[in-house]
């Protein structure tokens, strides 16, 4: 059974910093993470093809990075500048293409608060 085991989520005050992590347990092409606020859609936040393609919302470029570690399935999310705006539960997700994010992990809730 293919999993996606998500690690980093938190609290943490306007202006910080957190580094979120997501193993997959077989390879996949496309990861990436998503975040749904209370009362508001799941969103792309960023993906990241196993090239090195990435797609990043406009709401976070400039204040997170994508990036990944093909030998551990690993894709990472680091997020800094954090403002309230990005608390939300954040999710990774995995497939094989960025319109074909068929796995889902968990969530971790990030909250940005003083």
């Known amino acids: 059974q293919v999993q996606l085991v998500e690690s980093g989520g938190g609290l943490v005050q306007p202006g910080g910093s957190l580094r979120l992590s997501c193993a997959a347990s077989?390879?996949?092409?496309?990861m990436g993470w998503y975040r749904q606020a209370p009362g508001k859609q799941r969103d792309l936040v960023a993906a990241i093809a196993g090239g090195g393609i990435t797609n990043v919302a406009d709401s976070v470029k400039g204040r997170f990075t994508i990036s990944r570690d093909n030998a551990k399935n690993t894709v990472y999310l680091q997020m800094n500048s954090l403002k309230p705006d990005d608390t939300a539960v954040y999710y990774c997700?995995?497939?094989?293409?960025?319109?074909?994010?068929?796995?889902w992990g968990q969530g971790t809730q990030v909250t940005v608060s003083s």
């Open positions: 077989v390879s996949m092409y496309a």
């Open positions: 997700a995995a497939g094989p293409s960025f319109l074909q994010m068929k796995l």
